[in-house]
């Protein structure tokens, strides 16, 4: 009885501890400290003149470009271009992904099914089904999008469906025991259950989203899109822009991670226990 | 609160080498508020006997009756309460895993809000209503089980080992919680142990079995008053006389704890 009370507080206590502050910048600074390094490498490369200079742009060039084409509008166009194919096609796998994968889990015919369909098709690399999608859907941004949900719903299924089978019989169990009907068990125990293996596959099929876009806005002919932006550099030697639109993946992906991805899972399965912070 | 009535249960698994007979020809009645603790050592089938009465399995003879009404499958007359931790939802809070079953049952939530903090009181967990159950030792995640099971008003009360895996003091306390939990309910409990010491503190009938097949032994009044003590001279004769039922099917001195 006052054993759980000590634990509880013990718990509790570094949250609060003076050392809290200084962990913490420790933990920017080693966040920080290989980006240190790599800027350095780069520097000394760019300024050393191994390559021209047209090629491998110091960072304060690519800043530059960043800022300038930031300022006159041009690369948000293309981020947000991107970012809306990129969200529509993650949409259309999130949806269909989880639920193929949640019926692949809870029947044994969907299993049957869809699993040997899944396995084949999954460790395709997304490319490859390019030109196909072009043929049928056309040139644009449709073609992408669908290509893009196309792709990345496959780890999406892949987790769900492996989330459903890991769900604790005694949970299920449990929940007979209390009168739980199929559409109650389905929902109040199988969804939050196989939550963080759902996550963890939106995760993955976002990463992998990304990955297939940038490539296909190129192949797709869209007149908009930082995949355009990065190939389309290449023409004009324009490597500043080139790095400029990476940046900008980078940082995108990072903003989705940060701001969406840990933000639902502290809230859902770190905050339960099911998933370490 | 109900009888129930145990009648020639028979149960089978499969298994590779064939049918093996986990529980044979089991027969006994339970009193309505009656605390039935069913011992025996591991392979008695006494666990798998729990899960029939439960209705997590089907029995391959004879049936089991709760106040008249035969056993068909998992059923809201019934609370079961497992030894594993892990049975309580983590994505709830305290409140919330003991207001599961009201909640099944559709009852408003203001209702089996209030409902399931009187159990959580009950259970001497009125602090912990909002924590969740990664946050609460083992303990008291078995009394937020106890609270869960009792929140919905089952008549009968199924409880597989739930406090071995709990240390011993916290065990001791445990069992002085559901003595009084029982006594404040009155509900009929079905209890599985291998803890003879624990069968005797809670228990008014020890059913014991003995293994391979799971054949009921011996049926063992406990005419202690209670609370018991369990250092007293007809405790510790109590005991000695269910482990000489359990001694030539368990070492010697292997049925204590």
Redesign the interface.
Known sequence: MQDAATTISAREAPGHSPGRAASRLRSIWRNIFPFIVVGVLWEIVAVSGIFPARLFPTIETVAGTFFALTANGILPHHAIETLIRLLSGFALAGVFGVTIGILMGRSRLAEDIFLPLVSICAPIPGLAYTPLFLLWFGLGSFSSILLVGFVSAFPIIFNSWTGVKAVKEIWVRSAHSMGADDRRMFTHVILPGALPYILTGLRLGLAQAWRVLVAVEMLAAVPWGLGWLIFGARKFLNTDAMLAGIVVIALIGLLLEKLVFQKIENYTVVRWGMVAA | MVPIAIDNVTLEYDTPAGKVTGVKDVSFDIGASEFVCIVGPSGCGKSTLLNVI???LAPAAGEIRIDGKTVTG???D???V?Q?F??????RTALGNVS??L???GIAKAERDRIAREQLRLV?LEK?VD???????G??QQRVAIA??LA?NPSVLLMDEPFAALDAM?RD?MQLLLADVWRATRKTVIYVTHNVAEAIYLADRVIVMSAHPGTVQADIRIDLPRPRDPLSVEFVECQKQLMRHLGHKVSGNGAGH
């Open positions: 439960a209705g997590f998992h059923g809201m019934r609370g079961v497992f594993d892990a049975q309580l939802f983590p994505w599961f079953g909640e099944m049952k001497k912990f924590s969740f159950p990664h946050h609460l030792s303990g008291m869960r099971a919905y916290t306390d």
